[in-house]
C-alpha cells in the first residue's frame, strides 16, 4: 500500500508539468486567435473605409460632370486602390509573422515541456528501481531468505 502511494505522490510532479504545458500552449492558442480576430477586424475596417473613400469618389464624378474632371476622379480613385491594396498586403504580411510567431513559440514551449516529462520519467524510473531494490532487500531481511 505504501509502495502505491509512493509511485502516486511521483506521478504528481509529471501531471503538474503535463497540464502546465496544457495551460500554456491553450493560452498561446487563444492568443492566436485574438490576433488573428484583430487582423480580421482591422482588415474589415480597412475595406469599410476603402468603400468609403471609392464611394466618396464617385460622388464627386456624379458632380462633376466634365470630362477633365472625370478623367481626374479616376486617376485618384486608381492611386487610392493601389494605397488601398499595398496596405491590405502589409497588414496582411504583419498578421502573418505574428501568428508565426506565436507558433515558434508554442512549438518551443511545446519541446521544452516533452523534454523536462522525459526528463521526469527516465528520474521517475530510477527511483522506482531503487525503491522495489530496498523493499525486496527489507522483506529478505525481514523474513531471513
Known amino acids: 500500500m505504501s509502495e502505491?502511494?509512493?509511485?502516486?505522490?511521483?506521478?504528481?510532479?509529471l501531471k503538474s508539468?503535463?497540464?502546465?504545458?496544457?495551460?500554456?500552449?491553450s493560452e498561446i492558442k487563444d492568443e492566436a486567435k485574438e490576433v488573428l480576430e484583430?487582423?480580421?477586424?482591422k482588415a474589415s475596417e480597412f475595406v469599410e473605409e476603402a468603400k468609403e473613400v471609392l464611394g466618396s469618389a464617385k460622388e464627386k464624378v456624379h458632380e462633376v460632370l466634365s470630362d477633365e474632371n472625370i478623367e481626374k476622379v479616376k486617376e485618384k480613385?486608381?492611386?487610392?486602390?493601389?494605397?488601398a491594396k499595398e496596405k491590405a498586403a502589409e497588414f496582411t504580411?504583419?498578421?502573418?509573422e505574428a501568428y508565426e510567431e506565436i507558433k515558434e513559440n508554442a512549438s518551443e514551449l511545446a519541446g521544452e515541456a516533452a523534454?523536462?516529462?522525459a526528463d521526469f520519467a527516465e528520474d521517475a524510473k530510477e527511483e522506482l528501481k531503487e525503491v522495489k531494490g530496498k523493499a525486496?532487500?527489507?522483506?529478505?531481511?525481514?523474513?531471513?531468505?
Open 38 to 41: 484583430s487582423a480580421k477586424e
Open 77 to 83: 480613385a486608381e492611386e487610392y486602390t493601389e494605397v
Open 136 to 145: 525486496k532487500n527489507f522483506f529478505q531481511r525481514l523474513f531471513g531468505k
Open 115 to 117: 523534454e523536462h516529462l
Open 17 to 25: 508539468i503535463t497540464n502546465e504545458a496544457k495551460e500554456k500552449a
Open 93 to 96: 504580411e504583419d498578421a502573418k
Open 4 to 13: 502505491k502511494n509512493e509511485n502516486l505522490e511521483k506521478k504528481e510532479p
